[in-house]
């Protein structure tokens, strides 16, 4: 028994299922500075969906990415402005088919999951599918990243429901309706993040299933820096909580002075009863601005909610203005 084998997998197994054999498929691999690996990942994903096109996003490189992903029989696309969010916005803009795979191109993900993921994804009609990372070793997953995904998984969960255990996999599978309904505002590694929440937002179909992750060939460093990116991550989360969840953001912000506003002036209120005078200036007018601000903050959400609701429809709309993974096989088999 190998370790893939203790992986809980859906019933499609790899070589069994074939539905993806009917769409046209594309890998997409951003990549920056993956020499050493990204030969290894081409070809990996070539055996795995042999009839899919496989395209390299050269972000910026100053090594052979490029060379050897065409060496490789990979076709490669070049965005100059750094980040991964800015090579999947290109990615998402250029390509055109019916489902997507996306991977990173450092050989960490396990490319003999693919047709399992694209079967899972025709099968069930969903529109996203993610890898599950589930570490072979402890140099694979650092324990800061581990932390770091669990907290933010955590965070997404309790705001925009808990449907993913790993929001931060950079291995997933997409519909032709989510990748053209999504429009990227992400540029770096944050854009894991902002995919899962744009997933969660449309109450989307969506799934995730265990992978093995694999620790990086020596020699290969990671362009994850813990601190930077996890900053970047809280962010926009924080971001994304206040556009899409403005109740929440601000309801928050309102109980939050409010709680100030009452115990600044619990005192002053009490020596009132107590005297029938304010010797406390200064603290009764800090209570009243409190409470004056937390209203206006209860204001604000009030009608920035009314504001997101309508923009959630349109999103919805243009969303179920293309078709869906069902609808695109059924066009094709007819």
């Given at each position: 028994?190998?370790?893939?084998?203790?992986?809980?997998?859906?019933?499609?197994?790899?070589?069994?299922?074939d539905?993806?054999?009917?769409?046209?498929?594309?890998?997409?691999?951003?990549?920056l500075?993956?020499?050493?690996?990204?030969?290894?990942?081409?070809?990996?994903?070539?055996?795995?969906?042999?009839?899919?096109r496989?395209?390299v996003?050269?972000?910026?490189?100053?090594?052979?990415?490029?060379?050897?992903?065409?060496?490789?029989?990979?076709?490669?696309?070049?965005?100059?402005?750094?980040?991964?969010?800015?090579?999947?916005?290109?990615?998402?803009?250029?390509?055109?088919a019916?489902?997507?795979?996306?991977?990173?191109?450092?050989?960490?993900?396990?490319?003999?999951?693919?047709?399992?993921?694209?079967?899972?994804?025709?099968?069930?009609?969903?529109?996203?599918?993610?890898?599950?990372?589930?570490?072979?070793?402890?140099?694979?997953?650092?324990?800061?990243?581990?932390?770091?995904n669990?907290?933010?998984?955590?965070?997404?969960?309790?705001?925009?429901?808990?449907?993913?255990?790993?929001?931060?996999?950079?291995?997933r599978?997409?519909?032709?309706?989510?990748?053209?309904?999504?429009?990227?505002?992400?540029?770096?590694?944050?854009?894991?993040?902002?995919?899962?929440?744009?997933?969660?937002?449309?109450?989307?179909?969506?799934?995730?299933?265990?992978?093995?992750?694999?620790?990086r060939?020596e020699?290969?460093?990671?362009?994850?820096?813990?601190?930077?990116?996890?900053?970047?991550?809280?962010?926009?989360?924080?971001?994304?909580?206040?556009?899409?969840?403005?109740?929440?953001?601000?309801?928050?912000?309102?109980?939050l002075?409010?709680?100030?506003s009452?115990?600044?002036?619990?005192?002053?209120?009490?020596?009132?009863?107590?005297?029938?005078?304010?010797p406390?200036?200064?603290?009764?007018?800090?209570?009243?601005?409190?409470?004056?601000?937390?209203f206006?903050?209860?204001?604000?959400?009030?009608?920035?909610?009314?504001?997101?609701?309508?923009?959630?429809?349109?999103?919805?709309?243009?969303?179920?203005?293309?078709?869906g993974p069902?609808?695109?096989?059924?066009q094709?088999?007819?």
């Amino acid at each position: 028994m190998n370790q893939s084998d203790l992986i809980e997998k859906p019933d499609v197994v790899a070589g069994q299922g074939d539905l993806w054999r009917s769409v046209s498929l594309a890998v997409m691999i951003p990549c920056l500075n993956e020499e050493l690996t990204i030969g290894k990942v081409v070809r990996d994903f070539r055996a795995a969906l042999p009839e899919a096109r496989i395209v390299v996003c050269d972000n910026a490189s100053i090594d052979k990415t490029a060379e050897v992903a065409t060496e490789a029989g990979a076709d490669v696309i070049y965005e100059d402005m750094p980040g991964k969010g800015n090579a999947i916005r290109r990615l998402f803009s250029d390509i055109e088919a019916d489902i997507y795979l996306m991977v990173d191109g450092d050989a960490t993900y396990e490319a003999s999951l693919a047709p399992v993921l694209v079967d899972h994804l025709l099968k069930h009609r969903l529109d996203m599918v993610c890898a599950k990372r589930v570490a072979t070793g402890q140099a694979a997953y650092r324990k800061g990243h581990v932390f770091g995904n669990r907290m933010f998984s955590g965070i997404v969960a309790r705001v925009f429901g808990r449907r993913f255990e790993d929001i931060l996999t950079g291995y997933r599978v997409f519909s032709r309706r989510f990748v053209k309904s999504f429009p990227i505002l992400s540029e770096g590694f944050e854009i894991e993040t902002e995919l899962t929440i744009h997933a969660l937002e449309l109450n989307m179909p969506v799934a995730e299933i265990a992978s093995i992750y694999l620790e990086r060939p020596e020699g290969s460093d990671s362009k994850l820096n813990t601190v930077s990116d996890g900053l970047k991550i809280t962010k926009l989360i924080v971001k994304l909580v206040k556009d899409e969840r403005p109740m929440t953001f601000f309801g928050g912000l309102f109980l939050l002075l409010a709680a100030l506003s009452i115990i600044l002036a619990t005192p002053v209120v009490l020596t009132f009863i107590e005297t029938g005078l304010v010797p406390r200036f200064p603290t009764a007018i800090l209570a009243s601005a409190c409470m004056l601000l937390s209203f206006l903050f209860l204001a604000c959400g009030f009608i920035l909610d009314s504001v997101t609701r309508g923009r959630r429809e349109r999103k919805r709309l243009s969303y179920l203005s293309i078709a869906g993974p069902s609808s695109v096989k059924a066009q094709r088999d007819s």
